[in-house]
């Protein structure tokens, strides 16, 4: 997703792209849900520069829309349980919050709202949120990118690239910059191996309902209609198996916390593994290399990259372009003594 809204954004301003994507690797966007949400955590903290990201992003995703010809991003409500009287009392204290009114909806303190879902003490349904179907968005700028020759299916060969001081080279091309956008396989970049990326593996399911729902469930597993009765549910968060395949254990959990969520029956229909290019401290990886300028990298955007990537990937060509400084949290000078530390 990072690697292909850079492009389309880096072309819209007029710049020469190409993009090389080896299609034998998988990625997690594939398996993400797409999901945006202003709050984030078990307990329920806005999302890091969440006034600044909504905003931008709806924005962003329209434009997207109307240049591509599709439908990409879909506004839901989402609705969150209360495990206690406690988080109902200060839930409803922060409605009336300026700080948090604009992203909270309504506010209920019993079960009697949502028949479908268990929550006897109520929940609060969030606005602002929903889902940008990411696999149409990679599959529509592949063509945007094909279209103008900017794209090849072939990996990119580290061994085969020259970096001189103000290029690169590559094969026929020459460019300013060359910027990897791989994931979590940039573990295995010999020019960015020293950054702190700890990826994340994530599991997530297909279920089709007994009746359809019409808006996002979240609290501990988020269950995201999107396709009459059909929705994924999801995701595991385990840093130790960080392998692409599906595990009984990733179900077993998924289907626990969708009981204990739905009243409603439910039919497991199908099991998708993904891991999660994490950083160290859960913030995106940007910037230059601190010894070859013409390296970048954008990355780590982790389980936020659909609110994340609109905005700094502007801040970003910003930053290329026209020597505007990134914000100081996303920025790789941050691990800047990694690098030499390591050298």
Known sequence: ?????????????GCAVRVYDDRDKPGASSVAAGIFNPFTGRKLVKTWQADMLFPFLRDFYRELENDLGIKLIYFLPMFRPFLSVDEQNEWGAKLYDDRYSEYIDSITSSGDGFPQVINPL????????????????????RNFLIDRDAFSNNAFDLSELQVQPDEVIYGDYKAQKVIFCEGPWLAQNIFFNWLPLKPVKGEVLEIELSEQLDFIVNRGVFILPYQGKICKVGATFDQEDISWSVTDGAKQWLEKGLKALLHIPFEITGQQAGVRPAASDRRPLIGLHPEYEPLAVFNGLGTKGVSLAPYLIREFYEFLQNGKPLIEDVAITRHFSLYYNKN
């Open 1 to 13: 997703m990072a690697g292909s809204l850079i492009s389309y954004y880096m072309i819209k301003h």
């Open 122 to 141: 109520g929940g609060m349904m969030l606005k602002n949120c929903g889902y940008v179907d990411i696999n149409i968005l990679i599959s529509r700028v």
